[in-house]
C-alpha cells in the first residue's frame, strides 16, 4: 500500500461505500487513521507525492524511480522522456531524491531549502516526525555532488539552521508480504 505497509484498495459503488466502511470498522482489528497518520508511513517508507515530491519534470532517474522503465525500453527509447533518461543514465542526474535524518526535534516542511556550507543544494518536499522513528525525517531534491549516503547538510526552518545528513530510504524498511515468499 501507500503507507509502506500491506492494504487493499477497494473498487465498489459509491451507494454501497457506507456500508462496506461500517462493516470494516465493524471489526475489532480494523482502525480507521487519518491522513496525517497515512503522510507520516508514506514519507517512513520513501514514497513520493506526486504534487509534492514529483512533477512533471521530475525524471525517473532523479527521483529514484528507474524501476518503473524496464531495461528493455531504457536500451530501445522511443517513449517519453527517453533522450532525457538516457542521458541522465549516461551523465548522471543534476539534482536526485534523498532522505535527510535531522538533528534536534524540529521537522523541515516542503519547500525548505536546504544548504552545503553558503551554497544552497537543493529544497525539501516532505517532511515531518517519523513516530517510528522518534525523529524528523525529510525527503528532498539536492545537487547531484551533495547526494551522497553521510552527506552533512543543514536545512533552513524559519531562518535557523538544522543539522541533516543523507540516509538511504525507505527511512523504516518495508514489511511487503511477497507473493511466493
Do not use: W
Request: proline share 8%; net charge neutral; charged share 25%.
Amino acid at each position: 500500500g501507500y503507507t509502506g505497509e500491506d492494504g487493499f484498495e477497494i473498487s465498489l459503488p459509491a451507494t454501497a461505500a457506507e456500508e462496506i466502511a461500517s462493516l470494516l470498522a465493524a471489526e475489532p482489528e480494523v482502525k480507521p487513521i487519518g491522513l496525517g497518520a497515512r503522510d507520516s508511513l508514506r514519507l517512513e517508507a520513501g514514497l513520493p507525492l506526486y504534487g509534492h515530491d514529483l512533477s512533471p519534470d521530475t525524471s525517473p532517474v532523479e527521483a529514484d524511480l528507474l524501476f518503473g522503465i524496464n531495461k528493455r525500453r531504457r536500451t530501445e527509447g522511443g517513449y517519453p522522456g527517453a533522450e532525457r533518461i538516457s542521458r541522465e543514465l549516461a551523465q548522471g542526474p543534476v539534482r536526485r531524491r534523498v532522505g535527510l535524518a535531522l538533528d534536534g526535534r524540529q521537522p523541515a516542511r516542503e519547500h525548505a531549502e536546504v544548504y552545503l556550507g553558503d551554497r544552497k543544494v537543493g529544497e525539501v518536499t516532505s517532511g515531518g516526525h517519523s513516530p517510528t522513528l522518534g525523529r524528523p525525517i525529510a525527503m528532498a531534491y539536492v545537487a547531484a555532488d551533495c547526494s551522497a549516503t553521510g552527506t552533512a547538510l543543514e536545512i533552513e526552518v524559519r531562518g535557523k539552521r538544522l543539522a541533516a545528513s543523507v540516509v538511504p530510504m525507505p527511512f523504516v524498511p518495508h514489511r511487503y508480504v511477497r507473493k511466493g515468499a
